[in-house]
């Protein structure tokens, strides 16, 4: 995705349901959250540190879970601390599928407005663009025929 020209970026709709096929069970709706938190996390640390990007997060576990995903309730975290994704992976696979799908793309639009609220949406872009328009395996898999 080129950069955006004068605010023609669009935020994603959803972020983690393009990365999952349909039906996908829970534990592979949880894999495709942790790939992409990787990738934010790799655009992410070198800029605001591994402090930085674990505030962002467990503020966005705060929003997700008062907008209705109640089990993503940070109050476990330390403050501080490093991300516990294999911790928050292993939360999303013991849920429903649909609710792991739900709960998880609320988190990382909640993260993604509100690293766009504190730096500015031209910024956020530039730093998470790249890594919400990458295509899927499955995209990719659709793409490239054997």
């Given at each position: 995705?080129?950069?955006?020209?004068?605010?023609?970026?669009?935020?994603?709709?959803?972020?983690?349901?393009?990365?999952?096929?349909?039906?996908?069970?829970?534990?592979?709706?949880?894999?495709?959250?942790?790939?992409?938190?990787?990738?934010?996390?790799?655009?992410?640390?070198?800029?605001?540190?591994?402090?930085?990007?674990?505030?962002?997060?467990?503020?966005?576990?705060?929003?997700?879970?008062?907008?209705?995903?109640?089990?993503?309730?940070?109050?476990?975290?330390e403050p501080g601390s490093r991300?516990?994704?294999?911790?928050?992976?292993?939360?999303?696979a013991q849920r429903g599928s649909?609710?792991?799908?739900?709960?998880?793309?609320?988190?990382?639009?909640?993260?993604?407005?509100?690293?766009?609220?504190?730096?500015?949406?031209?910024?956020?872009?530039?730093?998470?663009?790249?890594?919400?328009?990458?295509?899927?395996?499955?995209?990719?898999?659709?793409?490239?025929?054997?």
């Amino acid at each position: 995705m080129p950069p955006a020209e004068s605010g023609d970026f669009r935020r994603p709709q959803a972020l983690l349901a393009p990365r999952v096929a349909s039906g996908a069970s829970a534990e592979a709706v949880a894999l495709a959250w942790l790939l992409l938190w990787q990738a934010v996390e790799r655009a992410l640390i070198p800029i605001v540190g591994v402090r930085g990007v674990a505030a962002l997060f467990n503020r966005s576990l705060r929003l997700a879970a008062e907008a209705g995903h109640p089990w993503l309730d940070p109050r476990r975290a330390e403050p501080g601390s490093r991300v516990d994704a294999p911790a928050l992976q292993a939360r999303l696979a013991q849920r429903g599928s649909a609710e792991a799908l739900a709960g998880g793309d609320a988190l990382l639009k909640s993260f993604d407005s509100l690293l766009a609220s504190l730096v500015g949406e031209s910024l956020a872009e530039r730093l998470l663009g790249a890594v919400w328009s990458q295509p899927t395996r499955r995209q990719a898999a659709q793409d490239n025929p054997p």
